[in-house]
C-alpha cells in the first residue's frame, strides 16, 4: 500500500521559515518525481515545487528564491524548505506523488503576526 505522510507545519510569523517533511512507503522512491503543493481556504489546490527521482526542480513562481524542495532518496522523504513566509503562503501542504494519485493527509502552516 503507497502512504505518505507529511510534517513540519505549523504556526510562524511573517518572515519566517518552516521546514515541511514527507516520508513515502510502499514505492521505490526513487523512481517518482515528488511534488508539494498547497490549498489555501477558498482556493484550489496548486503545485507549489516538484522535484524528480534525479534531483531536478521546479517552483511556482511566487516561491522562487525563498522555497527549496530537496529529497533524500535512502529515506524516502522529501523536504520543502520554506523561508521569507508570507501571509499568502498560508495553507494545507500536501505531497503527492507524480503522477500518481497518491497524497498525503496534509499539514497545516499558518502564518500570522
Known amino acids: 500500500q503507497v502512504q505518505l505522510v507529511e510534517s513540519g507545519g505549523g504556526l510562524v510569523q511573517p518572515g519566517g521559515s518552516l521546514r515541511l517533511s514527507c516520508v513515502a512507503s510502499g514505492i521505490i522512491f526513487s523512481s517518482y518525481t515528488m511534488g508539494w503543493y498547497r490549498q489555501a481556504p477558498e482556493k484550489q489546490r496548486e503545485l507549489v515545487a516538484q522535484i524528480s527521482g534525479r534531483g531536478r526542480t521546479m517552483y511556482e513562481d511566487s516561491v522562487k528564491g525563498r522555497f527549496t524542495i530537496s529529497r533524500d532518496n535512502a529515506k524516502n522523504t522529501v523536504y520543502l524548505e520554506m523561508t521569507s513566509l508570507k501571509f499568502e503562503d498560508a495553507a494545507v501542504y500536501y505531497c503527492?506523488?507524480?503522477?500518481?494519485?497518491?497524497w498525503g493527509q496534509g499539514t497545516l502552516v499558518t502564518v500570522s503576526s
Open positions: 503527492r506523488i507524480l503522477p500518481l494519485e497518491v
